[in-house]
């Protein structure tokens, strides 16, 4: 048995059959048994709840690679990074278009699985590929950014290639041309001549100001998804509840802030044991000393039901939960929580 408590940022004290750590390709071919895998990174988007059957792999591939081409830099880059140190190194090479994804906890590697986003920018829109090994046709693979499938906080690694495809390597375009991209209400004051640095600034203070910092208080950062409403329904909400944010996605479509609306609902105070909601952003659950698997979890049924109860909208945990077997699935979540 290893304990995971320092393998991920909620930091509950349960462990794992077994962890192997992985830093060369050649591990991966020999792995002596692919069945009930779970694989990490930096474990900020995985909460282990109980002790988990099965064995952990941990990737550490490391490595940073950049080629020029005359309109843009290519990176590739070993999914055992870490993903604000990358930002960091591009930006003090004058390689812009990071910069609003600064401070995001978590590996390079991690990044596509969730499809990474903040302040208006999406990692997908910097992803040429992601290669991989196949632990079921064992075989290294790669995939181009359109066979990733991804979405809003959600990509193939987390449907079809799920706990099959361990991304090795993230290869990333980041254009010469470059623009601040100030459209998200946090960063709208900032001047258009704003250098990337000066965006990358803002961003860590946002961040700072608003988002626990998981080696203070253990968190997992947005614990649940923003809902995507039909614009009909949004309008339904929004005549009860006028200052309600919107995100438009596209004509049928929007996207609702979660955290607003558990605020709203006046479930900030809401704790069970050690478990409970951050001040500054209610869509942020953490863990305030010894919250233990089963107190996250009975508070994110809380939350869920009253969400539901006064909205009539269902929140999914955008944050992974795993139980002595693998991933909860979500459906658990609406079956115990709506
Ligand atoms: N709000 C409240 N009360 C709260 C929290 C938020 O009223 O307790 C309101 C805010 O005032 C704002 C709106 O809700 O009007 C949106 O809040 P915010 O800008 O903080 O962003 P978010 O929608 O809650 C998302 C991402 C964050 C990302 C920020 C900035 C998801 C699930 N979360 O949060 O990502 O940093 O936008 O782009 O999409 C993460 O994934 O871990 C994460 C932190």
Same mark, same amino acid.
């Not at 995939?143 to 991304?167: D, G, H, M, P, W």
């Not at 929004?238 to 607003?260: E, H, M, S, T």
């Not at 951050?278 to 996250?296: C, E, K, Y």
């Given at each position: 048995?290893?304990?995971?408590?320092?393998?991920?940022?909620?930091?509950?004290?349960?462990?794992?059959?077994?962890?192997?750590?992985?830093?060369?390709?050649?591990?991966?071919?020999?792995?002596?048994?692919?069945?009930?895998?779970?694989?990490?990174?930096?474990?900020?988007?995985?909460?282990?709840?109980?002790?988990?059957?099965?064995? %952990?792999?941990?990737?550490?591939?490391?490595?940073?690679?950049?080629?020029?081409?005359?309109?843009?830099?290519?990176?590739?880059?070993?999914?055992?990074?870490?993903? $604000?140190?990358?930002?960091?190194?591009? +930006?003090?090479?004058?390689?812009?278009?990071?910069?609003?994804?600064?401070?995001?906890?978590?590996? %390079?590697?991690?990044?596509? %699985?969730?499809?990474?986003?903040?302040?208006?920018?999406?990692?997908?829109?910097?992803?040429?590929?992601?290669?991989?090994?196949?632990?079921?046709?064992?075989?290294?693979?790669?995939?181009?950014?359109?066979? =990733?499938?991804?979405?809003?906080?959600?990509?193939?690694?987390?449907?079809?290639?799920?706990?099959?495809?361990?991304?090795?390597?993230?290869?990333?375009?980041?254009?010469?041309?470059?623009?601040?991209? +100030?459209?998200?209400?946090?960063?709208?004051? +900032?001047?258009?001549?704003?250098?990337?640095?000066?965006?990358?600034?803002? %961003?860590?203070?946002?961040?700072?100001?608003?988002?626990?910092?998981?080696?203070?208080?253990?968190?997992?950062?947005?614990?649940?998804?923003?809902?995507?409403?039909?614009?009909?329904?949004?309008?339904?909400?929004?005549?009860?509840?006028?200052?309600?944010?919107?995100?438009?996605?596209?004509?049928?479509? =929007?996207?609702?802030?979660?955290?607003?609306?558990?605020?709203?609902?006046?479930?900030?105070?809401?704790?069970?044991?050690?478990?409970?909601? $951050?001040?500054?952003?209610?869509?942020?659950?953490?863990?305030?000393?010894?919250?233990?698997?089963?107190?996250?979890?009975?508070?994110?049924?809380?939350?869920?039901?009253?969400?539901?109860?006064?909205?009539?909208?269902?929140?999914?945990?955008?944050?992974?939960?795993?139980?002595?077997?693998?991933?909860?699935?979500?459906?658990?979540?609406?079956? $115990?929580?709506?």
């Amino acid at each position: 048995m290893v304990s995971l408590q320092d393998k991920h940022s909620f930091r509950i004290p349960v462990y794992a059959r077994d962890l192997i750590k992985v830093t060369s390709l050649d591990q991966l071919r020999d792995l002596p048994n692919t069945q009930d895998l779970w694989i990490l990174g930096e474990g900020t988007n995985t909460i282990f709840t109980e002790d988990f059957d099965g064995s %952990v792999l941990w990737v550490q591939l490391l490595g940073i690679e950049v080629q020029e081409e005359s309109d843009a830099w290519i990176l590739n880059v070993g999914s055992g990074e870490n993903w $604000h140190a990358l930002v960091e190194y591009t +930006l003090a090479r004058n390689m812009p278009g990071l910069e609003n994804l600064a401070l995001i906890p978590g590996s %390079v590697g991690a990044a596509p %699985v969730q499809n990474i986003g903040a302040y208006g920018v999406e990692l997908s829109e910097f992803v040429v590929s992601v290669e991989g090994y196949d632990l079921d046709a064992q075989e290294m693979r790669r995939l181009q950014n359109a066979a =990733c499938e991804f979405n809003y906080r959600e990509s193939i690694f987390k449907t079809s290639q799920f706990s099959r495809f361990v991304i090795t390597s993230v290869q990333l375009r980041l254009p010469k041309s470059w623009s601040p991209r +100030l459209n998200y209400p946090d960063l709208a004051d +900032l001047s258009a001549a704003s250098t990337p640095e000066a965006v990358m600034q803002r %961003v860590i203070e946002v961040r700072q100001r608003k988002l626990p910092d998981p080696q203070q208080i253990p968190n997992a950062g947005s614990f649940f998804k923003n809902p995507i409403l039909a614009v009909e329904t949004v309008e339904g909400l929004r005549a009860q509840y006028p200052n309600l944010p919107v995100f438009p996605i596209d004509a049928a479509y =929007c996207k609702v802030p979660a955290g607003w609306l558990i605020d709203k609902a006046g479930l900030k105070a809401m704790q069970v044991g050690d478990a409970g909601v $951050h001040q500054n952003q209610a869509l942020v659950l953490v863990n305030r000393g010894s919250a233990t698997g089963q107190d996250i979890t009975e508070l994110a049924h809380k939350i869920i039901a009253q969400v539901y109860d006064i909205y009539g909208i269902r929140l999914e945990p955008e944050v992974r939960l795993l139980n002595s077997f693998g991933l909860i699935p979500k459906a658990h979540w609406w079956h $115990h929580g709506a």
